[in-house]
């Protein structure tokens, strides 16, 4: 439950942010900013309060910025940024290609006064984080910001981190983290299940590693757990395509909601030997990329598209090589209205390496439900049956809600692996649930967002028929 400071706290900086949106700075832009001079501020209190050696270089630190004004303020503040952009450690990934975007005296005056008027250190990490995430969730809801991208359903992180439960002594990953929403979930799960001093500075130095490959994410996600006290002298997210090249590292635990949709323009093309199949379905190669960073006995929660489950050719290679050599133990397919993105669906694959799948068992949370973001968002206490399904403390003792005669509507069924391997291209988009005229019922905005998504998938299947005619005629 928020506490009155954080309420007071937040809605001051989003009070100003809708200012700065009136001079055209947008929210995201802003809070990229608020996060360098907050880092800023917090160095200062470091060395005003418990008398430390600062971690910033001499001439770039808050105390050089807080008496100007004009333009000696924004030339002082983007010679900062330059040289801290250029720094090692936890100071460098803050600051990665660090720009200012107020380049306006007053505004940036205002900015620094919001946070010069707070003593953040001596504040609860707890608070302080707390304040932070919602700030950035406020900016995940705006939808001129595009930052909405970046932001998984909390009430769908916590369930996911709830029955996958990763172990205080466990390595995690989220190869495509965002704003490391995973990442802290799984910390505030671990962070209380040992008090050895040992165990507990592994979990806040070593446990977590979280990759993204756009800067301005990278300095959202470091700032975020640096104020959870997780990282605090090196960031455990790094500024990388993590497609790119094989893990160095093996994990014990992933929590993933991978980046829908194609490559960005100009990424490298993925070479990966490693890789069970070659393909430039994006979803495909993160879901290959997560199989073999997980160690020998490792498991996996990760959100996927609806195409992972039935595509053709590498998405059936990809499948059988799950299905015989990992156990895709559980499959909880989602509703549309949950992320912001509009028509989006979705499942969460559950699997474990090392051992073959001999059954799975599906939740279906789709068919029937409801939920939009603005009037009816999908809280915690929705997916309360999926984790008492589970049954995480023990899967053999999973039981089916679902019988053919008596219950044909249960939402918790499973399915024989010899059974799933005869289906067609190895399919595992099943339902089963019988569909009422009620469910058929979209909004405009829903209709047009299901209407976009198969206009963009014919376009993308015309354009690649043009480029195998023109190969073809060539």
Known sequence: M???????????????????AGQGIGFTDYITQLTYLLFLKMDDENVKTFGENSAIPE????????ELDGLDLIKQYEETLETLSKEENLIGTIF????????KPVYLRKVISLINGEKWLVMDGDVKGAIYESILEKNGQDKKSGAGQYFTPRSLISAMV????????ETVCDPACGTGGFLLAAYDYMKDQSQDKTKRKFLREKALTGY????????????NLYLHGIGTNRSPILCEDSLEKQPQQLVDVILANPPFGTRPAGSVDIDR??????????QLNFLQHIMVMLKSTGRAAVVLPDNVLFEGGAGETIRKELLKNYNLHTILRLPTGIFYAQGVKANVLFFKKGEPTKEVWFYDYRTGIKHTLATKPMLRHHLDDFVACYKADNLSARKETYNAETTPNGRWRKYDVKELLQRDKTSLDITWIKQTDDDNDMTLAELMATIQQKSDN??????????LLKNIEE
Not at 217 to 223: E, G
């Open 2 to 20: 928020a506490t009155n400071k954080e309420t007071s706290l937040t809605k001051k900086v989003w009070t100003l942010a809708t200012t700065l």
């Open 59 to 66: 001439g770039y630190r808050w105390k050089d910025l807080v």
């Open 96 to 103: 990665v290609k660090a720009q200012n975007k107020i380049d």
């Open 162 to 169: 709830d029955v996958t439960r990763p172990q205080i002594d």
């Open 212 to 223: 993204d490959n756009t800067a301005l994410v990278v300095t959202l996600a470091s700032m």
């Open 273 to 282: 030997p490693d890789f069970y199949v070659e393909t430039k379905n994006n």
């Open 458 to 467: 014919i376009g993308k299947a015309v354009a690649e028929l043009q480029k």
